[in-house]
Nanobody, 124 residues
């Protein structure tokens, strides 16, 4: 069974940066397609970024492209989301998710494994 634990959320000012971590157990992150989703109050959960299993190709939502970077540390069995130039619209609970398939999916219900989420608040 795959278990995912996120960390690194917090309060940051607009224009600031944060790095989220997703530590996996039960499987190696390189054997899974790993993704980040976020959910703001009263909004649907939306795709943010993903890193494809094996090759590690990165994918981004248009809203975060050029600002966020997803990466993977196989030795630590951890996936990261480096977030820069943060805006108030980035405020949400951020979730790490994983699936076995090679294809990157952007719909949350295509991912069977989820972390508990970490709150990111961007505010002055």
């Amino acid at each position: 069974q795959v278990q995912l634990v996120e960390s690194g959320g917090g309060l940051v000012q607009p224009g600031g940066s944060l790095r989220l971590s997703c530590a996996a157990s039960g499987r190696t992150v390189s054997s899974l397609t790993m993704a980040w989703f976020r959910q703001a109050p009263e909004k649907e959960r939306e795709f943010v970024s993903a890193i494809r299993r094996s090759a590690g190709t990165a994918y981004y939502a248009d809203s975060v492209r050029e600002r966020f970077t997803v990466s993977r540390d196989n030795a630590q069995n951890t996936v990261y989301l480096q977030m820069t130039s943060l805006k108030s619209d980035d405020t949400a609970v951020y979730y790490c998710a994983a699936r076995d398939g090679l294809v990157v999916k952007t719909t949350w219900n295509d991912y069977p494994y989820w972390g508990q989420g970490t709150q990111v608040t961007v505010s002055a």
